[in-house]
Each structure stands twice: as structure tokens, then as C-alpha cells.
């Protein structure tokens, strides 16, 4: 691999595009060369992301000025992407796009979940679905993937195992999810007075990244999806309330999911019998790369209830870690390359 490779964020002004940029400044086979915002052309990139000031000189550029890179990122709004990407393109043999534009395979399904047809559906088939942990043969060497929802990630890697062995009925996955979900472009909802301290029902049904999951795990059991917001700035919680087809015990769920995610570099299986951290819980997982995923059986139910846990940083393994994650098997270096940072406790 000729070293180090060229890549660009376009939307870099965005709390994804700043997540992308911490993550790659530290990556040892990658430079970031330019970073684009139509908003803060000019500035220096710490005015916007403070947490990066000493760390880069670079400055934002226009995306009318990007030059060609080895890889490219696009950290934009859903919808602004898929319209241009001859022009993308054009500018990079390596394309991750983080927006939901090119997460669905097929353009009827997008239809239904976006309420629009696709503006580019040929191109849908050449995006590999950006999640590491069920594509990882599909993105090695790949030129494009497509970046992951959050709350679909959360819930795919809390539920593929059991999916996978054919043990689900029925879920109702009950998501928790924190303000910065909604990118960095203020709102109503956002606003600190209504957002401070919420837990506010946000999508009780119809939320899109349900699309993902079934796209992902397949149409085998029934899925109810809701998600709520909560008043935490970073975090994903998955409650996944699992019927099965067949009863299991915990000792068969430790089995299972060590089958599953015993050599995942970014899946930790947390279900202790002591302390405070005995379950998955975002907060821990703040800055990392890392998904928590723990289950319960609830042994009184008749209805072979299994309760399946998972945590991550939406901005992290919900996004930009993935991203770099997938980038890292596209490029053929170590997968697990910049993505070191074990988060912090306390917090
Ligand atoms: N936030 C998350 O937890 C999360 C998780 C997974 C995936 N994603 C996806 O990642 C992408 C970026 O998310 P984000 O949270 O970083 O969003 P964001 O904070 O709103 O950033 C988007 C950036 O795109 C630029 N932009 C260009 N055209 C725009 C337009 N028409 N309207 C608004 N901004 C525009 C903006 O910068 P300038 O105006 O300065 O150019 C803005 O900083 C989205 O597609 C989102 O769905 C987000």
C-alpha cells in the first residue's frame, strides 16, 4: 500500500465531519488533506471543532475547490449527496458516504421509507452497507460503502446473533437515543430549555433505520421499532425485548454471542453479575469505536422473553467510526487502524 493515502471530508463543519477528522489525524496510513464548508470556507477547522485546536493546522475549504483524493468522505445532509456523485465521483476512486443516500439496496424500499423515488437507483447496487460486523468480506477492497444509522447499528449488532440461528418471534426494540442524533444545525426541539433533561417520544413507529435492520437481518421475525430522545448529547441505548421460537438459557446466550463476536476488535460482551456496569451503557462507550451488547433471560416469562442490550457513541461506531472502520478494509490495512481510543470513565 503506497503510504500515506489523500482523503477529504465534504459536510466537515458537521459533528459527523469532526468526528471523521479526530479519527483520521490520528490514523497511521491516511492524511486528510482537505475538509469542506460552504458555511466557515476560511477558518480555521479548531473555531468549529475546538477539541481539535494544536491538533491541525488545516483550514475549511470550499467544495467547489476539493482536489482529487484516494479516498473521500461525505458527511453531508441525507439527500445531498446521491444527486452528485458523477461529480464525486470524479474526484475519488474511494467513496464512503455517511448519509442514509446509499444505505438501502433496493429503490422501492427507499421509496417507502423516504416517500420519494430514488434520484440515482443505479447506483445503489455499488454501495456496500458501511457496518463491519456483517459485510466485512463485501467491503475488503471495495471502492464504496455507505456510512450506517446509529439506532439500525445498535439494534443489528444487539439482535444478528439470535437472528442469525432463526431464535426470533417477535422484538420490540425500545431505543434511546441523544441530541446529537440530530446533527449540529439547531431546532426547535433542540433548543436547551425543550431538549435539557427530555425524555421525549420521538418515533414510537415509522422510524427509517427500521429499514436497515431488516434489510440486514432479513424479514424472519416480526420488529417493532421506537425510538425516544433522551438528555444526553452522545449515545444510542438498544432495549431489545426478544420472543423467541425456542427457550434458552444464559449459559446458551453466552455460547452464542461469543460464537459470534468472540474475535470482533469492537464488540464487547457486557453481562456481569456485580457492580454498577452491568449492563451496556453509552456513556462508556463515549469516543470509542466500541458496541456493548449484553442480554438477560427473564426467567419468569412464559412467552421465552430474552432481553438484549446494546450501547455505542452514535457519532463513533454509529457513524464516523464505522466509516473509518470500513475504510480501513477497503484500503487492505489493519481494520481496527486509528480507532484505538478506549473512551473515558468517569464522564
Ligand atoms: N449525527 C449522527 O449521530 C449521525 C449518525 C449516523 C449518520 N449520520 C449522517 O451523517 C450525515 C452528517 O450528519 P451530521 O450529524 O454531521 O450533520 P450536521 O452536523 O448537520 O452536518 C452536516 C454538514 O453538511 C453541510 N451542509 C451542506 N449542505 C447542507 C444543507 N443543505 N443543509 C445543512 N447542512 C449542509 C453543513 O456544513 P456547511 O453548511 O458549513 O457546509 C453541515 O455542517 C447525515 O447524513 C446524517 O444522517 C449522522
Known sequence: MPEPLSAAIVGGSGYVGGELLRLLLAHPHVTVLQITSESQTGRPVH???????????????????LDAVDIL????????????MDH????????IDCSADFRLRDAGVYAQWYGHAH?????LPRFVYGLPERHRSELTGATHASGVGCNASATILALGPLADEGL??????DIKVGSSEAGSRPSESSHHPERSGVIRSFMPTGHRHQAEVVQTLGTGFDLSFSVTSVGLVR??????HCFLRAAVTEKDLWALYRNHYGSEPFIRL?????????YPEPRLTTGSNFCDVGF?????????RVVVLAALDNLVKGAAGSAVQSMNLMIGCDEVAGLGFPGLHPL
Open 119 to 123: 434520484p440515482d437507483p443505479d447506483r
Open 168 to 173: 426470533l418471534e417477535r422484538v420490540v426494540a
Open 88 to 95: 464525486f465521483d470524479g474526484l475519488a476512486q474511494r467513496i
Open 296 to 304: 438477560v433471560v427473564d426467567q419468569g416469562s412464559r412467552h421465552r
Open 47 to 65: 473555531t468549529v471543532h475546538p477539541n481539535l485546536r494544536s491538533v491541525t493546522d488545516l483550514k475549511f475549504s470550499q467544495e467547489g475547490s
Open 235 to 240: 449515545g444510542v441505548l438498544v432495549t431489545a
Open 270 to 278: 457486557v453481562n456481569q453479575r456485580r457492580g454498577i456496569h452491568r
Open 73 to 84: 468522505f461525505l458527511a453531508l445532509p441525507h439527500g445531498s449527496a446521491a444527486g452528485r
